[in-house]
């Protein structure tokens, strides 16, 4: 490890003007290439204490042995240098989109004497006209299928075209019609270069012309009574109608523009591109890339910017860009791009109407790529296996982690604090043994307390099951477990509840056939959050004697992995795939805890007075809120009135307007979609003169923030 006041440029040295610079290490190898307005204020800023640096940027510049710079006069130079040198030496500490396919392009070879309609993958070659790039290469064989009918240019390869020409007989398509031929003279280089033109000008979204010159010549040819040609007519304009039909207008005006959307998390980002011709979607692409440096959504969409626009010119470069955040500065960006171009080019974020319609549609593309990616990373047995034994040896671990447990604290403004555990063996989560819990020793919000009180009582189960089961011989319990283990019940402060009701297999059930709910032990203990978590459960497994489990946190701002007793954290390679798994475990455990803190939420929102008299149940309440119209009204009614509701007799009257009389009014109902105070006539008390759900006394959530 490189320190990095070795080989720090003297002040002065560094010039105050736009440029890119070059990060080499010890064998001389670029490990990153950056631009800057001014290089001097830019280098500056890793030339401070390593402490202040991001993980990923200290992990660079401790990496590298030496920098060098080359002064440009523009910062649209800059960025050009920049795209060159990244290309160039392919530097590691760069961001590097990984193209999820090799995508297929409609080519017409323009250059050839007989062009040729084909479809092309990879670099883009002179002379030839590219449509796409499309999702499937079956795409482009039907599209081209239906306009052979109307347009049949040459699609054989050489050596087919020589033999025909050879032979002087064509091939199949010449004889169906889907060819004209040219090999065999059937038709001039000249017009089947026309044909081409034609075909290309109809790809390129000017289809009106050959429309409706295809329906004056069936007309025409139905007046000359040619019924048979008014036939072949008919169903060329068919064609042309249906592969108009495959590429749906989204659109107005004929529009030329891509659409960029990008969808990250603290390790990877997808993006997906959207290319509309003529108004209409002709392809979609995407990338993934590990952000193996600490990047904005911007330089994101810059750097896929320059990998999409760095080699293309004229029309390949539409007029409009739109993207989900603006690269900082957007002008040498967007003058690079009218640059490549040759003609002004837009690049901006779209606010409302189509376009902003169609880029939540290229959003939702870009993070079912990141899901569809993440799901595939984690399918695979080898990389599970190496996430394992990374994760090992940077907790030094004496064996593989096979059954990692990770807990989640979730609430809102201290408001309904619970708890989740998920529970991922063999690297693939095991969603049966997923378990929630209500935190309930204590109120308000104090997540280490929490952690403590969840740790202690998931394994004070564990202990109780274990002597339960006779695995212990007496007087083997640990300390902390005796006053579970008798009956294996809570400790009293909040029920844990069973998230799945899923069949589990024998080996998972007692000789009662229950569940062994809490039965099997992790290798591993997982927690979200820093140093203060981590000792607070590592406490809890200390106090019921425990010493077999290990425990980590995961610190979700910088991604460091804490252990206790340790003042620095474990920082793992950003490529590790020890991180991601770790990462994507405490992602799933922060997911299952809101969705039920939500939940809880939501049905406390929904209480009503009514929900606490016993034997008054749902169908009942219902009648009650229809007959009356309101709770203030039900509270002022009699109890003759009361009884004349359906199902209601004296006896519950009476129970019923106890209760309602005990109870406190309940604070203003709240419209959450407007804002607007109810009035006490709303027709329900779950919902307002609108429909909309409103609450009663809930906090702000506009203010409030779920953890």
């Known amino acids: 490890m490189a320190d ?221 009574m040619e019924y048979e040609r008014a036939a072949r007519l008919r169903d060329d304009i068919g064609a042309l109608r249906k592969a108009m039909e495959k590429n749906a207008v989204v659109l107005a005006d004929a529009t030329d523009a891509d659409l960029i959307a990008v969808a990250e998390d603290e390790l990877e980002a997808a993006v997906q591109i959207f290319h509309v011709r003529g108004g209409r979607v002709r392809g979609q692409r995407g990338w993934v890339t590990d952000k193996v440096e600490e990047i904005t959504t911007g330089a994101l969409v810059e750097h896929a910017l320059q990998q999409l626009y760095g080699e293309e010119t004229g029309d390949s470069v539409p007029k409009e860009v739109l993207v989900p955040a603006l690269p900082d500065p957007v002008e040498p960006v967007q003058e690079w791009l009218s640059g490549r171009r040759g003609a002004q080019v837009s690049l901006r974020v779209p606010q409302r109407g189509d376009k902003r319609a169609l880029m939540e549609t290229v959003e939702r593309n870009a993070q079912q790529a990141l899901v569809l990616h993440k799901t595939k990373r984690a399918s695979d047995l080898t990389t599970r296996s190496r996430a394992l034994e990374e994760i090992a040896d940077a907790l030094e671990l004496d064996s593989a982690p096979l059954r990692i447990e990770c807990y989640d604290i979730s609430h809102l403004q201290g408001d309904d604090v619970v708890a989740s555990m998920v529970v991922f063996e063999d690297g693939l989560a095991r969603k049966s043994e997923y378990r929630r819990f209500q935190i309930k020793g204590f109120e308000g919000q104090d997540d280490v307390r929490s952690m403590h009180e969840v740790i202690t009582r998931r394994f004070k189960r564990y202990l109780a099951e274990k002597e339960r089961t006779g695995e212990w011989t007496d007087g083997e319990s640990p300390d902390g477990a005796a006053g579970a283990a008798g009956t294996g019940a809570d400790d009293g402060s909040g029920p844990l509840t069973d998230v799945s009701s899923a069949p589990l297999s024998d080996g998972l059930k007692d000789e009662d056939g229950r569940p062994k709910r809490f039965a099997y032990p992790p290798q591993l203990v997982v927690v979200d959050g820093g140093q203060p978590q981590v000792a607070a459960a590592q406490r809890a497994l200390d106090e019921l004697g425990i010493d077999d489990i290990a425990v980590c946190g995961l610190a979700k701002r910088l991604e460091e992995v804490w252990v206790p007793g340790e003042d620095d954290p474990v920082v793992l390679p950003r490529t590790s795939e020890g991180l991601y798994l770790l990462q994507r475990i405490r992602d799933e455990a922060h997911r299952f805890a809101i969705t039920y803190q939500r939940t809880k939420r939501s049905k406390r929102f929904r209480s009503s007075p009514l929900d606490d008299i016993p034997g008054l149940g749902d169908t009942r309440k219902q009648a009650l809120i229809k007959h009356f119209g309101s709770l203030k009204r039900l509270r002022s009614a009699t109890l003759d009135q009361i009884c004349e509701v359906p199902g209601i007799g004296r006896k519950t009257a009476e129970t019923i307007a106890v209760a309602l009389a005990q109870a406190a009014p309940a604070a203003p109902a709240v419209n959450t979609a407007t804002g607007e105070i109810m009035e006490d006539e709303a027709p329900d008390p779950t919902t307002g003169a609108s429909g909309e759900p409103v609450t009663a006394g809930a906090p702000d959530e506009r203010r409030g923030q779920e953890t």
Request: with cysteine; charged share 30%; aromatic share 12%.
């Open 4 to 224: 990095p006041s070795s080989y720090r440029p003297k002040p002065g040295q560094i010039p105050d003007s736009p440029g890119v610079y070059r990060f080499r290490d010890e064998h001389r190898r670029v490990i990153y290439v950056g631009k800057a307005k001014s290089l001097r204020q830019r280098l500056a800023n890793y030339f401070q204490d390593l402490a202040g640096l991001h993980p990923r940027t200290r992990s660079m510049v401790t990496t590298a042995a030496s920098v060098e710079w080359t002064v440009v006069s523009t910062e649209v130079e800059a960025l050009q240098l920049e795209y060159s040198w990244i290309k160039e030496f392919d530097p590691r500490f760069n961001v590097k989109y990984r193209d999820d396919k090799s995508y297929p392009y409609l080519a017409v070879t323009m250059s050839e004497q007989y062009p040729r309609v084909q479809v092309m993958r990879g670099h883009k070659k002179k002379g030839v006209r590219y449509f796409g790039p499309y999702a499937h290469a079956w795409a482009i064989r039907d599209t081209v299928d239906l306009l052979l009918r109307v347009f049949p240019v040459r699609t054989c390869s050489a050596g087919v075209f020589k033999n025909a020409r050879r032979t002087g007989r064509p091939c199949l398509l010449g004889y169906i019609g889907k060819c004209s031929a040219p090999c065999v003279d059937r038709i001039s280089a000249e017009d089947h270069r026309e044909l081409a033109e034609e075909f290309c000008d109809f790809m390129a979204g000017r289809t009106g012309t050959y429309l409706r010159r295809l329906e004056r010549q069936m007309g025409e040819a139905a007046e000359a």
